[in-house]
Nanobody, 126 residues
Framework: QSQLVESGGGLVQPGGSLTLSCTAS????????VGWFRQAPGKEREGVSC??????????DYGDSVKGRFTVSRDNAKNTVYLQMNHLTPEDTGVYHC?????????????????RGQGTQVTVSS
């Protein structure tokens, strides 16, 4: 069964760091553009980052609220995309999930994706 699974969420203090993983099984993740998204209670889903497929050059984009603090990367040997999150604030709290597409160049929140993970909770609190 082909799927995406996120991991690495948890509770962290403000100013701390977390690394989320998005691991694919049943397909080669490097052939897909992968977006990270988050949703906090009562708020709309927000695009966090985007990393394009190897075929599309692997370029990255970030949401304005995370630029300079978050870094998205791939480990093709592990079929995984990572989201390194530094200098976390309470505003980063939410459910983070990844999604993969072979169709879209940009990681739009509203686009249809070939695969979506179930999400992992990130809570930033003292």
């Amino acid at each position: 069964q082909s799927q995406l699974v996120e991991s690495g969420g948890g509770l962290v203090q403000p100013g701390g760091s977390l690394t989320l993983s998005c691991t694919a099984s049943g397909f080669t993740l490097d052939s897909y553009t992968v977006g990270w998204f988050r949703q906090a209670p009562g708020k709309e889903r927000e695009g966090v980052s985007c990393i394009r497929s190897g075929e599309r050059g692997g370029s990255t984009d970030y949401g304005d609220s995370v630029k300079g603090r978050f870094t998205v990367s791939r480990d093709n040997a592990k079929n995984t995309v990572y989201l390194q999150m530094n200098h976390l604030t309470p505003e980063d709290t939410g459910v983070y999930h990844c999604a993969a597409t072979q169709t879209w160049y940009y990681c739009s929140v509203s686009a249809n994706y070939d695969y979506r993970g179930q999400g992992t909770q990130v809570t930033v609190s003292s």
